[in-house]
């Protein structure tokens, strides 16, 4: 499919938005809107490379966040739930020691956090450099590389898979959620959730 087919519908009737172009990594990026289905996405879409330049490992300041927050009800910054809230269900749901996989965790600290409270964690991350300083940060969880698990690599299956601001981010959702599902245990969940309460318009940051 070429990049200007939707990566919605499939549809290769486009036009324009009120978006205008940006210029990320030598490339120019243009927003163009399905005919079909109105949804505005960009083109081209990102590859490899330019997910590399969107995620170095200065995109976390190269740092592993273990703090462990003492009111975990009090709601943290860009998340739409606070960790206690996550744990609350998470126990009812999955169980009090469900081994959670946090695709896209990040500096961390929903991991180190889950631990405390008595969870399995591992995490997933785009760099690998990171993956490297996340392991030695956090020595208790696991840590995979995305593209190992969106590869069909073989890793223990998971009770629970978190995507806390990645689904909005991901070029094939449906896709992802797709190869992500093999590796949840039969009656396993997904938690997805993302800033939406503070960001009326979805299509801006």
Do not use: W
Request: glycine share 8%; with cysteine.
């Amino acid at each position: 499919m070429s990049s200007n087919h939707c990566p919605f519908c499939g549809s290769d009737q486009f036009t324009g938005s009120v978006y205008p172009r940006n210029v990320f990594n030598g490339k120019t990026f243009d927003y163009i809107t399905c005919r079909k289905c109105r949804l505005i996405y960009l083109s081209p879409l990102p590859v490899q490379e330019d997910y590399e330049a969107m995620y170095p490992p200065a995109y976390q300041d190269s740092q592993v966040d273990t703090c462990i927050h003492p009111d975990l009800y009090k709601k943290l910054n860009g998340l739409r739930f606070s960790y206690g809230f996550q744990f609350d269900q998470l126990r009812k749901l999955a169980g009090p020691q469900a081994h959670i996989l946090d695709y896209g965790c990040g500096a961390g600290n929903f991991i180190a956090n889950a631990i405390h409270q008595g969870f399995t964690c591992s995490g997933a991350e785009f760099n690998p450099f990171y993956l490297t300083i996340l392991k030695e940060g956090i020595p208790d969880a696991t840590f995979y590389e995305i593209n190992e698990l969106l590869e069909g690599n073989p890793v223990p299956l998971f009770d629970v898979i978190r995507l806390s601001n990645v689904l909005e981010h991901l070029i094939a959702p449906v896709d992802v959620l797709g190869k992500l599902k093999q590796y949840l245990r039969p009656g396993g969940i997904f938690l997805i959730e993302g800033p939406v309460e503070d960001n009326f318009c979805l299509a801006k940051k």
